[in-house]
Structures are given as structure tokens and as C-alpha cells.
């Protein structure tokens, strides 16, 4: 087998083992071959691989300035801890998948494998639901927090490989595959109980449905009505789906809108964020989580990207974020203007990914563990599948 074939298979497989919960020796076994296999594959295809992904270099230095924190940490071993869970695998899953990805065949590997755990950890999780909650929450497939954010991971991904499977007519037995998987992503979503990953589908869907109608060339009025009628639906069902799960969560004892405890625990890390502006507190969740339990026991980090980030690294950290968000939207923008629909639609998932994970994570900071590597795997498998594409074309 060739050994970029190889990497693609491990890195599918990867990917998938980072849809479940305790799969955490399964999932260091995988990133351990990966590597291995990818090092041997990018030394002896240096002509026809690229070795790293474009957005490697704002990656580095948001990892570097991570790295220095260990210099001015309250507790420089759980930073320590925290930089080779958090950065050291995500790195790892960032380039094994973006070495995987550029194999002849990454394509139908990565769907083939994915499709079949997208369907078994939705399975899973229904079938716990069934169980109780308690039962849910504790559950193979992640429990709400990282179940949600897998969907919102995995729905761009599902949605431009049905638009693309349409528009290169695909054979309808597999057209039915990929959108028999979409189907399940707003079922499995309902039973999340989370409010925010309907508000990650409709701005998802929002951006996905504008990216496409701004590929025509002319706006006919046909064009027109198309785009009004799929934004009021997207509007309509946000909002549907948002009051129901929120009857549903105040039945089994949630809060309301108005009562919920992140409304004053914000305030107070601005407060934190104020006495360290420039440097932080170091890396990793939780350095603070005495001192901020006063809000309340169970708010014990910043439960905002932005806000987790300046709490942690400080304005630079902060800054050097949103520096990789830009390159990761940017690289987006730019395969998803691509005449190649192939090469368009791996950019349109990119950008739909990464607003996923930022509405996700605006009010709560579940960009970690297994939800990291997910997030940091499909980015690299969709740069590559991009660059793959153009350079097949």
C-alpha cells in the first residue's frame, strides 16, 4: 500500500475515533501511527506531497505564545499538561489528516469511514437517550456538550458533499447515502437539549445557502425567491427549534434565558481579565476555577472562546486566535470562489466548520479533548482535498 494511502485510512479512522467518548488509547495508538506514516510519506513524496498546510505558520505562532505562558502560569504543570492535550495532538491531527487527505483516493476513504461512524454515533446516542438522561449524559458518543459539537463539525461537511454529489450527479444510491446521514445530524441535535447548536446550523446553513447563490453568474428573479424562501425557513426553524429545546430543558430543571449563570460570570472574567490584559494567566482551562466558583460551583472557566482565550494568553493570545481564524476563513474564502465545484465545496465546508465551532463556543469553551481533534482533523482534510482537487484539475 502506498504510504499516503495508508495515512489517509489512519487518519479517517482517526476521525472517527474522535466522534466517541473513551476512546482516548485508540485515538493516541491512531495519531502515533499517523505520524509515522505520514513522515515516511512526505520524505519520499516530496515532489508530489505538500508537507505542511497553509495555514501552519499563524498556527506555530498561536502555539508558541501558548508555549511561553509556561514562563508566567499560576500552575505551570497543568499548563504543561493542558499544551500537549490541547495543541501537541491537535497539531498532530491538523497535519496527519492534511497529509492523509492529498492521497489519490482520500475522498472516497474519509466519506466512506466517516459516513459509517456519523451513523453509528447518532445510533448510539439515541439508543442512550432512550435510557434516561443520566445514561445520555455519561454516554459513548460524548454526552450533549461534545455530541453537539461533532454535529456542528460534521453538518457543513455532510451538506457540500450532497450539494456536490448533486451537481456532479453522483449515481442516486449514494446521493441517497449522504443525505440519509444529513437527515439524522437534526435528530440527533434535538436530543442534545442544546440551544446553541440550532443557532450554529442556521447561521451554517445561512452561509452555506449564501456561498452557493453566489456562484450565479446573473440573479434571475426565480434566484430571488429561492434566497428569500431559504432564509425565512432558516429563521423560522432556528427559532422553532430553539423555544422548544428550551420548554424542554426548563422541564428536567435548566434555567431561563434570563437566569442563566453565564449572564454574571462574563462581567467578572472581564474583572480577572484586567489585572493580566498582557500576559494571562497561562495556558489551559480551569487555572482560575477557585476564584471564579464564587459566581457559581459549576463555572469554572470562562465558558467564551474569546473570553477563555484573553483569560489564558491575554491580548496577543487573543489576537494571534483570531489571526489563524482569519487564515482558516481566508483559505476558505478562496477554494470556495473556485470555478472546480470539487475545490468549491471543500472551501464552503471549511468556512462552515470554523463558524460552527465559533457559535458553539461563545458560550461555553468545548474546544478541547476530542472535540479539538475533530475540529483540527476535518480543517486539514478539507485544505488538503482542496488543494488536491485544483492540483488533479
Known amino acids: 500500500m502506498n504510504p499516503v494511502t495508508g495515512v489517509a485510512w489512519v487518519a479517517a479512522a482517526f476521525l472517527s475515533a474522535s466522534l466517541f467518548s473513551h476512546t482516548v ?60 492535550n490541547e495543541l501537541g495532538y491537535a497539531a498532530l491531527a491538523l497535519w496527519i489528516c492534511f497529509v492523509g487527505a492529498q ?43 461534545n455530541h453537539s459539537s461533532a454535529l456542528l463539525t460534521l453538518m457543513p461537511c455532510v451538506a457540500m458533499t450532497g450539494w456536490y454529489g448533486w451537481r456532479a450527479k453522483w449515481p442516486w444510491p449514494v446521493q441517497l447515502v449522504v443525505w440519509g446521514v444529513g437527515s439524522l445530524l437534526p435528530v440527533s441535535a434535538y436530543f442534545t437539549l442544546s440551544r446553541t447548536i440550532w443557532l450554529g446550523f442556521g447561521v451554517q446553513l445561512a452561509l452555506l445557502g449564501g456561498l452557493v447563490l453566489l456562484r450565479r453568474k446573473t440573479w434571475s428573479p426565480r434566484s430571488r425567491i429561492l434566497a428569500g424562501t431559504f432564509t425565512f425557513a432558516i429563521l423560522a426553524v432556528t427559532a422553532t427549534a430553539l423555544l422548544t429545546i428550551q420548554v424542554e430543558r426548563e422541564a428536567i430543571g435548566a434555567k431561563s434565558f434570563e437566569q442563566d449563570p453565564r449572564l454574571a460570570l462574563w462581567p467578572e472574567i472581564v474583572k480577572w481579565v484586567e489585572k493580566r490584559p498582557f500576559t494571562g494567566y497561562g495556558f489551559g482551562r480551569g487555572l482560575l476555577r477557585e476564584e471564579l466558583s464564587g459566581v457559581d460551583p459549576l463555572l469554572w472557566h470562562a465558558h467564551n472562546i474569546f473570553l477563555e482565550a484573553l483569560l489564558q494568553l ?34 464552503m465546508a471549511l468556512i462552515g466548520v470554523v463558524a460552527g465551532m465559533l457559535v458553539r463556543n461563545m458560550t461555553d469553551a468545548l474546544l478541547i479533548r476530542q472535540n479539538a481533534l475533530l475540529f483540527w482533523g476535518v480543517v486539514g482534510a478539507l485544505l488538503a482535498l482542496g488543494a488536491r482537487s485544483r492540483t488533479n484539475a
Open 25 to 84: 488509547a485508540l485515538r493516541l495508538l491512531l495519531l502515533l501511527v499517523g505520524a509515522l506514516l505520514a513522515a515516511i510519506a512526505v520524505s519520499r513524496n516530496r515532489r508530489d506531497i505538500q508537507g505542511l498546510p497553509p495555514i501552519w505558520i499563524p498556527f506555530a505562532l498561536w502555539v508558541a505564545w501558548a508555549v511561553l505562558s509556561l514562563g508566567w502560569s499560576l500552575e505551570p504543570a497543568r499548563t504543561l499538561k493542558e499544551l500537549r
Open 103 to 145: 492521497a489519490r483516493d482520500a475522498a472516497r476513504i474519509f466519506l466512506t469511514v466517516l459516513a459509517a461512524a456519523t451513523t453509528a454515533v447518532i445510533v448510539i446516542g439515541l439508543w442512550e437517550f432512550s435510557n434516561g438522561w443520566d445514561s445520555y449524559v455519561a454516554g459513548l458518543h460524548g454526552g450533549p456538550g
Open 314 to 347: 491575554g491580548v496577543p493570545g487573543l489576537t494571534l486566535l483570531l489571526i489563524l481564524l482569519g487564515a482558516l476563513a481566508r483559505e476558505g474564502w478562496r477554494l470556495a470562489r473556485d470555478s472546480d465545484e470539487a475545490i468549491a465545496a471543500c472551501g
